[in-house]
C-alpha cells in the first residue's frame, strides 16, 4: 500500500510542505520546501504533528524516517512569522513545536531522524524527540537559541538531559554551540555517524530491519522505553513561563534577520 499525505491548503501556501509517505511497512517523513534551510512555521508544525499522529494510528506502519527536503534536516523555525508578532502569536507558535514533538515521542512505532545539513532550535528538538539519531560527519546539531531571547523550556532541556546529560546541556543551551557528527555521536545525541553519501542507504537498511521484527515486540520496546522516561516527561509537560523574554526576542530576531 503506498499512501501520501499532504497537509497544506491554498490559505496556508506560504507554509512549507509535509509529505509523509506509508509503502510497506517503513514510512517516510518529508519535512520543509528545501527553502530556509526547511525553517518551519507553526502551521509546518501542526502538519508534521497531523503527520506522525496518522502514522502511528496506521496499522500497517512499522516503523517511520524523518528527513529534511534536499540538503538539510532543519533549521528551527521559520522567524520571518515572528517579525511584529503579538505574544499570544508567538505562545501559539511554540505550542504547535511542542505537540509536533510530543507526537513523535507518542508514536507507537519506532521514529528515526535522518540529520544531514543542520537540525537546530527546534529541528534539533524534533531529532531528538525520534527514538534514534544517525547523522552525517559534517551535519551540526545543537540548540543556539539564547542568543534570541527564546527561553528554554523544561521539555526542550528533558530531551538533552535525557541523552547527554545535565552539564553537556547546559553547555550546549549556553553558548549555542552545535555539534558536528561525530561529535553529536560522542555527547550522546546522536547513535551513528556516517559520511554523507552513505547516510540513507544506512538509515533504510537498518529501519528495514527493525521492521521485519513482530511489530507487538518492537511496539512493547518503545512502550517499555516510554514508560522509564514518563516521570521525566510527565514532571516537564506543563511550562508556567513565557516562551520568549519579548523585548530580547524581538531584537534577536531583527539581528538575525537583519
Not at 512502550?223 to 531584537?251: G, H, Q
Request: charged share 20%; with cysteine.
Amino acid at each position: 500500500m503506498t499512501a501520501e499525505l499532504q497537509h497544506a491548503t491554498p490559505r496556508e501556501q506560504s507554509a512549507p510542505l509535509v509529505e509523509a509517505r506509508a509503502d510497506g511497512p517503513v514510512a517516510e517523513v518529508t519535512i520543509g520546501s528545501g527553502a530556509k534551510r526547511n525553517a518551519l512555521t507553526g502551521e509546518g508544525w501542526t502538519q508534521v504533528e497531523r503527520s506522525i499522529r496518522e502514522l502511528g494510528g496506521n496499522d500497517a506502519v512499522r516503523a517511520v524516517i524523518i528527513r529534511g527536503r534536499g540538503d538539510t534536516f532543519c533549521a528551527g523555525s521559520d522567524m520571518t512569522e515572528w517579525t511584529g508578532a503579538e505574544p499570544e502569536r508567538i505562545e501559539d507558535s511554540f505550542a504547535r513545536m511542542e505537540a509536533a514533538f510530543r507526537a513523535v515521542e507518542e508514536c507507537p512505532v519506532p521514529v528515526v531522524a535522518e540529520i544531514h545539513g543542520v537540525a537546530a532550535g527546534a529541528g534539533c528538538q524534533l531529532a531528538l524527540a525520534c527514538d534514534l539519531r544517525f547523522i552525517a560527519d559534517s551535519a551540526r546539531l545543537g540548540m543556539p537559541i539564547a542568543r534570541l531571547g527564546i527561553m528554554a523550556s523544561p521539555s526542550f532541556a528533558a530531551r538533552m538531559v535525557a541523552l547527554a546529560g545535565p552539564s553537556t546541556t547546559r553547555q550546549l543551551l549556553y553558548t549555542g554551540r552545535l555539534l558536528d557528527g561525530p561529535a553529536a555521536v560522542a555527547a550522546g545525541l546522536a547513535d551513528w555517524h556516517l559520511p554523507g553519501p552513505m547516510l540513507t542507504t544506512f538509515t533504510k537498511r537498518t529501519v528495514a530491519r527493525t521492521a521485519e521484527q513482530p511489530p507487538a515486540a518492537v511496539r512493547a520496546v518503545k512502550s517499555a522505553v516510554a514508560a522509564t522516561l514518563a516521570p521525566m516527561r510527565e514532571a516537564t509537560r506543563y511550562n508556567d513561563r513565557p516562551a520568549v523574554s519579548l523585548d530580547d526576542f524581538r531584537l534577536g530576531i531583527a539581528t538575525f534577520l537583519g
